[in-house]
């Protein structure tokens, strides 16, 4: 998880509040004091609940951590003028347990000081959604373990597919519920080096999702739900030996064709990474020779790529 952390890093380096839209600046603003989001990724967010939201099927967030997603989800739907907002349309998931990486980042806060691995950090959660709990219901536990979500979702926030096992999870107990033609599926980490399965899945599934919005220079990328996935495809359980040489290349260049410039080295990253995550060094060092050949600068992802490399140890 250092690599994570030396993602946070980077995004508190370049935190600075932003407003989209004059209707986005009549909001209650405050950012959460603790958030992993860049400031546009929230503001997604906040401005999907708030105007977009239907009430079709519910709010879910996929990997809450301190509830700055949650926060935001709520406080656009605290402004919601089409929706009965008197019970709990946000659901949100995590397994609310402190992580050696969550103490590395610095917070400069007093918010996270006692926290150890192992402990549960739900009393931080709790303290910074208390002013919407009466919007959000929350799911403690891992996620590998929940049954499937027992209504429909309109808006699902993913942060929270950081192995393929996670991945499948999200597949079996969320995107059953996805309503065709209505919901958004938001995907966190769709370009980050770390989370390559994101890629052949989404590009498995392509012909049922449309690009709602790649938030630019951030790891997120928004998509519409357009028709229905058999279900027996999404209770497969998917890994790298499920996408054949063709599908996996195919599939990047997709991500690729769909997102922005900015996006790039997190998504050829991604790509080495799969070779990392199976275990297959030879190739993944062939790989990143041509990756770094290409991204010959600084770039944040294929730097975590070098890093790995020279260790061989990441998780
Ligand atoms: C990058 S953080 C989420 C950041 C958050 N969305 C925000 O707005 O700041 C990923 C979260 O996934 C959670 N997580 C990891 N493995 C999990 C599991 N097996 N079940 C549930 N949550 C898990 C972690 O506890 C962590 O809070």
């Known amino acids: 998880m250092t690599n994570l952390v030396a993602s946070i890093r980077k995004r508190l380096k370049k935190f600075k509040w932003s407003v989209a839209s004059p209707e986005i600046a009549s909001l209650d603003q405050r950012p959460a004091a603790l958030t992993m989001l860049f400031p546009d990724e929230s503001e997604s967010l906040r401005e999907f609940t708030m105007t977009n939201y239907t009430g079709h099927g519910e709010i879910v967030d996929l990997g809450a951590w301190a509830g700055s997603s949650t926060l935001a989800l709520a406080q656009g739907l605290a402004q919601n003028k089409k929706v009965d907002t008197r019970r709990k349309r946000i659901h949100a998931y995590d397994i609310f347990i402190w992580e050696q990486w969550m103490s590395d980042i610095p917070w400069n806060t007093p918010l996270v000081d006692g926290y150890r691995p192992g402990d549960s950090f739900l009393p931080l959660y709790e303290q910074q959604i208390s002013e919407y709990s009466h919007l959000i219901e929350t799911y403690p536990g891992d996620l590998n373990a929940m049954p499937e979500f027992p209504y429909k979702i309109e808006y699902l926030f993913v942060d929270v597919m950081k192995t393929f096992e996670l991945a499948n999870s999200s597949l079996q107990k969320f995107f059953t519920q996805l309503i065709p033609g209505k919901s958004v599926v938001h995907h966190q980490d769709y370009n980050h080096y770390f989370t390559p399965w994101i890629h052949l899945l989404m590009y498995r599934f392509k012909s049922h999702f449309k690009l709602r919005k790649y938030v630019n220079a951030t790891p997120s990328t928004i998509f ?77 992802d294929v730097q975590q790529i070098e890093s790995i490399l020279k260790t061989r140890t990441y998780r």
Request: aromatic residues 16%; without cysteine; glycine residues 6%.
């Open 224 to 300: 519409d739900y357009v028709s229905a996935i058999p279900r027996e495809q999404l209770m497969q359980s998917y890994s790298f030996d499920s996408f054949g040489k063709d599908e996996f290349e195919a599939a990047f260049e997709y991500s690729l064709s769909i997102t922005g410039k900015a996006a790039r080295p997190s998504i050829e990253s991604a790509r080495v990474m799969s070779f990392i995550h199976q275990d297959r060094w030879e190739e993944a060092e062939a790989e990143y020779a041509g990756l770094k050949a290409k991204y010959p600068g600084k770039d944040y």
